[in-house]
């Protein structure tokens, strides 16, 4: 049974059935200080998806170091992203700052002729002193047409936590896509960035269903924005797009509510409620998926052995903690100490939270250090955080998994379900094979070199 | 608007945090968006620090930007104070809080709270990290030791402790390049002196330890950039003279032995570097005689890049073709460093530029921060690290400092291990064609099947951001196909260089046509 009520298929049979976690689930809501990312870290893996876009944040030196710390021995891979460096003088008038951007804009143009599309990114400071972004890239748009297009969205931190960007930056794609012809076929459209790898096992399995057209939003290349409109089924790979997702359905576009793809129940239920909207035979489903998800149980078994009955506990990040959180409780048998996500779009996360074991402690926002107590008092087997708390934790004796890599690792689908399980087992596993050097001194037998006929 | 992709240093609050992770139970509250808690993860995963940096931020959000972000400023500073129970408070905005204006220092005076608030006022949009350290530093020092401050003319108290001179250590921080192991050294080296080392600030200094730093004899600088307007106050305060040299590299370390014990009023003891220095002879030796007139282009932070290029030119022997920072604060220093080399210093912080430099300079080593890292792997140069910003590989595991005279003995090692061996320099020349030496054998100690990029052998000017009208990187016109096939058995480490000088003789000359002969009178003109 899937989570909306759509049919269950034969693969699906035997795992645990949903008990019944309401939609009206308690979350306790806290404000305090945030330890996240801003939505400027979403350009680190956008930039490698849209082959042709170039990222321009407008922002200040702190903007610029971000990304710097976060995309680490990136920047020299030839990035496609750069900060427009807000100063002093910037600051004494706003007609001089749009000039100045029209400057920094035409110098970046001539130097890297391929760009097709340029983002202006919003940050913090250029959001606070109400620098007019969009109509910067209007102005922008019509000055650089046809070459290149620009458009703008925010990643500032006061509007947007870490894959919020991605988020603001799909939807300002959206107006961009073209409108169906009255004689489109009835088509899919799968938002979110999704590893190269994953996206093209996702079209495969796609066209073994018989589901199509399908189409990924974003597109590796933008000049292939796929259509919208009415015949478009509108499908999530990812749990926080929430304003792209809203402006898809005012252009027309059918949301199919499913579970997200990570897992293979994930994945089955995600696969199915297309399979449904396209009228595709239950048998043929079966047959489809189900040498795929014997061979991604196979994957799982082992790591199931390393994970049941371990408990873990969620620091919010990137609102990807309600799937993993089902995924680790219902198919790796973890208990679910606390699962902490920065926002919870209830009607995005419906199908998941019904699939929650009961009782679930769900919490939505943050104050970092009464959450820190919460886990230090539950002392879980594994915590999963962000890279300022990571370290700090593992020396209280805590085992830590960092999450950001669930960002940066191709972790969706039934050939990922393995990888995924194995970056939660990993530092499980490292803790148990170091625990002879985490006891001081060491007691335990001196390696000698054996003499000769000994 | 300045276009950055990278940037040297961070912005001025980051600074701050450096400074505040140092000491020990000091707290900052930084009023900053949600976002710049980013930040944190500098100190926990490149420096590999086993607690969070001692920094509470007020992550606001945009709506709360309807007026209570002040509210929210007080109860983060509330619950700072009450939660970590600090000996005192410093407290500033990022570049965002900066612009809402709400007056981190007059909002945490209202509080009336029982320890002493430090505001900090940094400029984001005109000032970078090193500042932001140096003048946090500064108002710490300011308004703890401040205090204690004897009254104008009144002379300085006598030492409590009878008459062994005392000095205080300036300018270690978190995320320092070697500052760990540099004020191990330094105190090493100040204890076989016979003096005292009193404070060692701000690295794990206590806001009483800082309260007590004009109790020393005098103060020595290890990082001018860090350091200076602290050491300046405490001697218009306390009358203490502090230190100029920093002893980076066997001789600036016997300058700084001889600076200290002057001011310490005591004689240089005899028989300091015995079995300590062993720098000087591994550069004497014959195996070293190869390195003589390398040509190393220097870049990095002001201090570290003119004790680099004492150290290059006097002890090691190299030839500096190129020096430079990324530091305003110190472009005098560099700039006169430079001009005793005869050569014009490079002072900019756009790595483009510095890029640019490189590829035109053609050096046969690179010393530099980690973006000279890899700008020195997309040329196929030799590259040693000397100064930050560095990545988690150079806060090693290991004692390795920079000062004194085991940072010599370090230094030799790491600018020397990136070269190629001498002998095996030798045998390429030798055996130009040789199936496992060729342009594309790197140094045998990188390994088997290490290769030399594609880059090293054409001396083209790469760019991140190519130029729209950039020529194709193929050999320039006006060279032979024959004298093209010879200048390619010439060793790849010099290629770039016999490129450039044979062309500047033909052009000099008026030749329109290299030919083999051109490249070998080329070569007897300019000698190697």
New interface residues.
Partial sequence: MTADGNFAPAALQGSRPAEACAPELPVLVER??????????GIIWLHRKIQDAFFLV?G???C???I???A??M??A??R????????R??AGLAD?ND??D??VG??L????EIKLLFLVGS??S???KLDLSRAAQRLSSLHAPRVRVLSYSG????T?FTQGEDACLAALVPQMPAETSASPRSLLVVGCLADVVEDQFRRLFAELGVGPVHFLPPRSSGELPPVGPQTHLLLAQPFLAETARLLENRGARRLAAPFPLGIEGTTAWLAVAARAFGIDPLRFDAVTGPKIERARRALQRYRKELEGKSVFFFPDSQLEIPLARLLARELGMELAEVGTPYLHRRHMAPELALLPMGTFLSQGQHL?RQLDRCRAARPDLVVC???????L??EGLTTKWSIELLFSPVQGYEQAGDLAELFARPLRRRAKLARLAEAPARAEPVRILAAGE | ???????Y???P??GAMRVATALKDVHYVLHA??????????F??IE?????PPV???????R??GGDTAELFKE?AR?AVA?FKPAALLVGA???GE??QDDPGGLARALNLPIPVIPLEL????K?ENWGAAETFYQTVRALAGPSAPQPGRPRPAPADGPRPSCNILGPTALGFRHRDDVAEVVKLLGTLGIRVAVVAPMGAAADDIARLGEADFNVVLYPELALSAAQWLKRTFGQPFTTVVPIGTGATRDFIAEVCGLAGIPVPPGLEEGAARAPWYSRSVDSTYLTGKRVFIFGDGTHAVAAARIATEELGFEVVGLGTYSREMAREVRAAAGRLGIEALITDDYLEVEAKVAELAPELVLGTQMER?IA??LGVPCAVISAPV?VQDFPARYSPQMGFEGANVIFDSWVHPLMMGLEEHLLGMFREDFEFNDGAAPSHLGPGSKVPAAVARATVPA?????NDPAPAGPSGWTLEAERELQKIPFFVRGKARRNTERFAQERGVALITVETLYDAKAHFGR
């Fill in positions: 305090g200080q945030h330890e996240v990312f801003c939505g400027l870290t407008v200040s030196r702190t610029a170091h971000l710097q710390s976060a680490g021995v920047i020299f030839e990035p992203f750069a900060t427009a460096i807000i100063e002093d910037d600051l700052m100045e951007l400057k920094v110098r970046l001539e130097r890297r002729p913090c400071p959001e606070v002193i500032s931190g006061i509007e936590t250090d962000g890279l300022g708390l990571a370290n700090p593992e020396a | 608007m300045q276009l950055t992709l990278w940037t240093e961070g912005p609050h980051v968006p949600q976002g710049d808690t980013y930040a944190d993860l500098l926990t995963m590999r620090r086993d607690r969070r509470t931020y007020t992550t606001f959000q945009a709360d930007l983060a619950d939660r990022s570049c965002t612009l809402i400029p984001s949009y005109q970078k890899h792997k997309r990545h991140i951001i190519p130029a729209a």
